[in-house]
């Protein structure tokens, strides 16, 4: 399997006695496209994620514009790949800016000064972090601290950005926000963005393509309209759900009930 855009192909991935992954396959998702990871706590994620970033041995072939990430030395793949942990980013005494100086210095190092200053600005202004920039970290709110380091993956343009919850510490503004920035560009730069969430209504909201994890395999995959139906909810998280269209017309879940396990 070759692409132009992004795949996975039997990609099997886990921790020592414990496999979590096992053969994963995610056939060609173009270039361009935000791709919801979803599925319940504990199926695997993160680890996926991680798998991608290539932070966990596996096995199995990740294709990016046509390469197999594997094949790539580790700055190179460094280079086209941006990871943003769970976890929030390390509290330190050092300035939000400086944190993307450094972001730029250990994978942009052929820019120049002035193209990176021009990408922290640019990405200063499409997330809105104008008020940040120069508060030192130990300073910040959990949010504030997540969209630093949000920044930080962004700042650097890989082709591929890996997201894990990257809203979970947001309000209901900055979620919006957040999401709408990433997918303009994600289609902008014709990358590919992989973004773990637990609110599918952000999956149906901004999201091209999702991927639902269950028992270590995909339960489903492809258009979130089409796959995040009432069925695919029982299964998937043991829930009782409505999809329903909104005033708005945006399609929302409604989980009614959690069923008897
Ligand atoms: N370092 C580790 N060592 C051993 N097992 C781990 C480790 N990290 C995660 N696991 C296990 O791997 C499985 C998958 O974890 P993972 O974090 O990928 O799930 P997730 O889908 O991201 O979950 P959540 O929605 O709760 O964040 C879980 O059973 C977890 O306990």
């Known amino acids: 399997m070759s692409t132009t855009g992004f795949a996975l192909e039997q990609l099997t991935a886990g921790y020592p006695s414990r496999p979590v992954l096992q053969g994963v396959t995610l056939p060609g ?13 504990a199926v695997g994620k993160s680890t996926l994620l991680k798998a991608v970033a290539g932070l966990r041995p ?6 990016l514009e046509g390469t197999d990430l594997a094949t790539l030395a580790p700055r190179e793949r460094l280079y086209r790949v941006g990871y943003l942990p769970q976890a929030l980013p390390q509290s330190t005494s050092l300035m939000a800016y400086e944190t993307w100086q450094s972001a730029l210095r250990a994978s942009r190092n052929e820019w120049s000064t002035a193209q990176r200053e021009a990408a922290i600005e640019s990405v200063v202004a499409t997330l809105g972090l104008q008020a ?5 970290l130990d300073e910040l ?8 380091g949000l920044a930080q993956v962004i700042v650097r343009a890989p082709r591929l950005l890996l997201l894990d919850e990257p809203t979970s510490a947001l309000d209901l503004r900055w979620q919006l926000q957040v999401l709408q920035a990433v997918r303009a560009l994600v289609r902008q ?4 963005g992989l973004v773990a969430v ?3 209504n952000l999956a149906l909201r901004f999201c091209q ?9 995909v339960l489903a995959a492809g258009d979130p309209a089409e796959v995040l139906t009432p069925a695919l909810l029982q299964r998937a998280y043991g829930v009782r759900a409505r999809v329903e269209r909104c005033s708005e017309g945006y399609l929302l879940v409604l989980a009614d009930a959690a069923l008897p396990q």
């Open 29 to 41: 998702v173009p270039a361009g496209t935000l791709v919801a990871v979803v599925g319940p706590n």
């Open 58 to 63: 596996a096995q199995g072939r990740v294709w």
């Open 132 to 136: 940040l920039a120069l508060r030192r």
């Open 141 to 148: 709110s959990g949010g504030q601290r997540q969209m630093v």
């Open 189 to 192: 730069q014709g990358a590919i």
């Open 198 to 200: 637990h609110d599918l």
């Open 209 to 217: 393509h999702v991927l639902v994890l269950g028992g270590g395999n």
